[in-house]
Nanobody, 123 residues
Framework: QVQLVESGGGLVQAGGSLRLSCAAS????????MGWFRQAPGKEREFVAA????????VYADSVKGRFTISRDNAKNTVYLQMNILKPEDTATYYC????????????????WGQGTQVTVSS
């Protein structure tokens, strides 16, 4: 049974930082491309960042480029999202995502989802 468990969310002031983690189990982690999506209240889930299985390539949404960094540790079966210079508009539930065949920015193409972790940025 595949499990993706996010942690690291919380309440932070604008301009602050948070580091999200996603621990994976039940799959061969190094075979999966990993990503982060987010969903704000009343809005659709949207792509944030993704990394290839090897970590050799990353993709970011324009809204987070230069502020967020995705990374992974295949030895620990964990993917991270370092979020800096947080803005109130970054407030959302952040979801870890796994896909076997290639990076995707499309919600419908994700193979597995985590349960989400809440990030709230106050102004």
């Amino acid at each position: 049974q595949v499990q993706l468990v996010e942690s690291g969310g919380g309440l932070v002031q604008a301009g602050g930082s948070l580091r999200l983690s996603c621990a994976a189990s039940g799959l061969t982690f190094s075979n999966y491309n990993m990503g982060w999506f987010r969903q704000a209240p009343g809005k659709e889930r949207e792509f944030v960042a993704a990394t290839r299985w090897s970590g050799s390539s990353t993709v970011y949404a324009d809204s987070v480029k230069g502020r967020f960094t995705i990374s992974r540790d295949n030895a620990k079966n964990t993917v991270y999202l370092q979020m800096n210079i947080l803005k109130p508009e970054d407030t959302a539930t952040y979801y870890c995502a796994a896909r076997r065949t290639g990076i995707t920015t499309v919600v419908a193409l994700v193979d597995y989802w985590g349960q989400g972790t809440q990030v709230t940025v106050s102004s």
